[in-house]
């Protein structure tokens, strides 16, 4: 997938302008013809819509948390890449890589377009009268963003906090990411919420997290983090992100090695996906051939 580390890359190699593209290899590993809207593949149109900034929250409170009367350093201090970028479609780099002359690129950079990934830079000879012009509208602006809080308070450790948490933002519909996430976390919070009205109570306080700005760059969580910092390393338990729970084929749950016990525990109580006489923890040793799970 296209990343900023690329552009950083162009960048110092001496790039006057950077266009990315997600390649069908990457996101439509059945064929051009398996894609949205009749399967979960990206078409050739489609593009990634993420951020180009290297870091993480908002670049211009870096450390601190980007409240309303923050102070905010220069945009030209805040490690902004210098030269344009453009995403685009595939078929659209179909078109460009087509036209290009030159070496032929190491086997590990080629993907699933059908022509020879050439690493140019002038065009093939067919093509020497052509002119390829990179036109980008970006602006600079400030806009406010939510995240979105419930709190369950725990009975016997109210000052221990375990945090379940996603984004609300997406490149598009967000149909899986983020919005199954989304779905899985407000479906846990009205069971637990339901709970709590026949007199339940959660050992301790349970916090449901939605963030919001994620696509560009983790804001919405990094600068609640840089706000209550001291607070969560002192009082934070655990934190269960939810982002693009519905994947496939089978459930993955990467996770520190200390959950790994809970992980097998519930995947062991739930009933399988393609066999419900099995659970979903059969179903991942199944397809492991083994117990030890990745």
């Not at 601190?64 to 344009?84: N, V």
């Not at 983020?178 to 306080?205: F, H, N």
């Not at 982002?243 to 399988?272: Q, R, Y």
Request: charged letters at 20%; a negative charge; proline letters at 7%.
């Amino acid at each position: 997938m296209p990343s900023p580390l690329q552009i950083q890359n162009a960048e110092q190699n001496g790039a006057r302008g950077a266009i990315l593209f997600s390649d069908p290899a990457d996101v439509a590993a059945e064929g051009a013809d398996e894609v949205f809207p009749d399967t979960w593949w990206l078409p050739g149109s489609g593009m990634q819509r993420g951020s180009a900034f290297l870091g993480d929250g908002d670049p211009l409170t870096p450390g601190w948390p980007s409240t309303e009367h923050a102070h905010r350093i220069q945009p030209e201090d805040a490690g902004f890449l210098s030269i344009p970028a453009q995403p685009i479609g595939y078929d659209d780099a179909f078109e460009i890589l087509k036209r290009l002359d030159g070496d032929s690129s190491p086997e590990e950079w080629r993907g699933g377009l059908n022509l020879t990934y050439n690493l140019g830079p002038a065009f093939l000879p067919e093509y020497s009268d052509e002119i390829l012009r990179l036109s980008t509208h970006n602006y600079e602006d400030t806009f406010l963003s939510y995240n979105v809080f419930g709190t369950i308070t725990g009975a016997v450790e109210p000052d221990r906090y375990v945090l379940l948490g996603n984004h609300r933002d997406a490149w598009g519909y967000g149909a899986s990411d983020p919005s199954s996430g989304t779905a899985q976390l407000l479906e846990t919070a009205r069971v637990m919420a339901q709970l709590v009205k026949q007199g339940w109570r959660p050992r301790r306080t349970i916090v449901f997290c939605s963030w919001g700005a994620e696509e560009f760059g983790l804001i919405g969580s990094t600068e609640w983090v840089e706000e209550h910092v001291d607070k969560l390393q002192a009082r934070a338990v655990a934190y269960v992100n939810t982002d693009t729970c519905s994947t496939g084929p089978l459930l993955e749950a990467p996770a520190s090695p200390l959950l790994w016990d809970i992980i097998k525990t519930v995947t062991a109580m739930v009933p399988g996906v393609r066999n419900a006489s099995k659970t979903v923890y059969q179903e991942w040793v199944d397809y492991y051939g083994t117990e030890d799970v990745p």
